[in-house]
């Protein structure tokens, strides 16, 4: 492992660039660095501490893929088999004939992000200049279902024929996974997951939510939205069923880093679930760039090997959780801000220093 001072310079430059407060943890077999720069309060100057809980997005995902993956192994669920057969009425005809729980795993069902089409603000989305952030304040205390949420993503254009590729990442396709876990376990899905996936890997700072705000310590979160809020704005106070189960996440570094280490121990899936997750298929990502996506698992490839993990934003919240294939290398870092890029003429986002130093730091992280 690096040494701590290079770790905390790191993690400082990044918090020199523009990010209010940052956090990290980072193991090497059994040594473990833990560190933090920066303020969890813009207002007040609170400084940001490792331990904080996190709102962690779409890392959700691997959480939700994982207990998918439980089922699958146990025969109550069939990878390939048509989601059509499990929720008729929610994917229904032929399209739910052709979708398969493998394609909404890995997001090449076809079907669209129903975001946009639940923010009328975001509704140009990807076309990013002619968005505004304004809905991100009107439903803030919001209370959606899922089953409305996915009747959007459903109804709307389809990005493409299922089981093409490149395939589209959509959160259309974790809240189906949910109602899917719900239908097979006669539970919610939340409470599954919290069985068996998190209380398995033995996480104690990390829940699903059921309320706009959760306990424990915890930063404030600012949302830029590509320059439009300024100065940024707090959203550390919102109902995250917008999310649900494909990004509603709360954990610590700590956590994400156990949880990661478990799972690519074979603890919570088997090894032929665990080679079915590292089985990658082209994605368009939400920053429409083409990635290298699995069944709720992506690679990131460094000079020093292929790591594996996911990554996450909410409203003003971000976090990045990546581990070496044997899980005994791992990085997970927190950040504060969210969509702090500006948008250039063309209205794609400009580079930011804060994104050099953030490649810095992860550089430094994974490679000891």
């Not at 933090?36 to 779409?58: E, N, Q, Y």
């Not at 129903?114 to 809905?135: C, G, H, I």
Request: hydrophobic residues 40%; charged residues 20%.
């Amino acid at each position: 492992m690096r040494s701590p001072e290079e770790l905390n310079a790191a993690l400082e430059n990044v918090h020199r660039a523009g990010m209010p407060g940052l956090f990290a943890e980072v193991r090497d077999g059994d040594e473990v660095w833990r560190g933090a720069a920066g303020v969890a309060d813009l207002a007040t100057g609170r400084p940001v501490s490792p331990d904080m809980r996190h709102r962690v997005g779409s890392i959700t995902k691997t959480f939700t893929a994982a207990a998918v993956m439980q089922l699958v192994e146990g025969g109550q669920i069939g990878l390939d088999a048509p989601i059509g057969r499990y929720l008729p009425k929610l994917v229904p005809g032929e399209r739910g004939g052709a979708i398969t729980v493998r394609m909404l795993i890995n997001h090449t069902s076809g079907l669209a992000e129903y975001l946009p089409y639940v923010y009328p603000s975001l509704n140009a989305f990807p076309a990013l200049a002619d968005t505004r952030p304004q809905s991100l304040e009107d439903h803030r205390l919001t209370r959606f279902h899922p089953i409305e949420l996915i009747e959007k993503g459903v109804s709307a254009p389809a990005f493409s024929a299922p089981g093409g590729t490149p395939g589209l990442y959509s959160n259309t396709n974790y809240l189906l996974l949910g109602q899917l876990l719900e239908q097979v376990t006669g539970t919610t899905a939340e409470t599954y997951i919290t069985r068996n996936v998190i209380e398995r890997a033995g996480l104690r700072d990390t829940e699903l939510p059921d309320e706009p705000r959760f306990g424990g310590p915890q930063s404030q979160i600012y949302e830029a939205w590509f320059g439009m809020i300024e100065p940024p704005r707090d959203f550390s106070v919102f109902d995250m069923s917008f999310a649900g189960l494909a990004g509603s996440l709360i954990s610590t570094v700590a956590d994400l880093n156990r949880f990661y280490a478990s799972l690519f121990a074979g603890e919570i899936v088997g090894p032929s679930s665990l080679a079915e997750m590292r089985r990658t298929v082209r994605v368009v990502s939400q920053e429409s760039k083409i990635i290298e996506y699995g069944l709720g698992l992506y690679p990131m490839e460094t000079p020093g090997g292929t790591f594996w993990g996911h990554g996450g934003t909410v409203w003003g919240a971000g976090a990045l959780a990546m581990s070496s294939a044997d899980g005994k290398r791992q990085m997970s870092v927190a950040v504060n801000m969210q969509r702090w890029n500006r948008l250039d003429s063309t209205g794609r986002p400009q580079p930011h220093p804060i994104d050099e130093a953030l490649a810095a730091l992860y550089d430094v992280a994974l490679h000891g």
